[in-house]
């Protein structure tokens, strides 16, 4: 079955990545899987060293909503790394695909 997935590209603040990536693996990404989002890939990217993705994946595009809304609306993000985080970024950009679990299993193993 499709599901949703959302690809995040964030243009980091030069010579930042290494601290972004710390933060989200320590602290961003355990939130996100409390609150039922699949991380299927992130990291540093190839082409750019101050630019970074964010993989994840949703049953559809209401799951993703209603994810989204109870963790950047809730005290674990905002009273967690959020400043942090956001301090570290000059933009981001997010793109919604629908996808099929082979292509997203291959996206976990690209990365």
């Avoid at 039922?36 to 190839?46: F, K, L, Q, R």
């Amino acid at each position: 079955m499709p599901r949703a997935v959302e690809i995040r590209s964030y243009s980091l603040k030069p010579g930042t990545p290494g601290t972004f990536d710390a933060l989200m693996r320590g602290r961003a990404l355990p939130l996100l899987r409390e609150f039922g989002m699949d991380v299927v890939a992130c990291g540093t990217s190839p082409h750019d060293e101050d630019a970074y993705y964010l993989i994840r994946a949703w049953r559809d595009l209401d799951e993703r909503a209603t994810s989204q809304d109870a963790f950047y609306g809730g005290p674990a993000w905002r009273d967690g790394p959020r400043e942090a985080i956001l301090a570290l970024i000059l933009h981001y950009t997010s793109t919604v695909l629908v996808l099929d679990e082979t292509t997203i299993a291959g996206l976990r193993r690209a990365t």
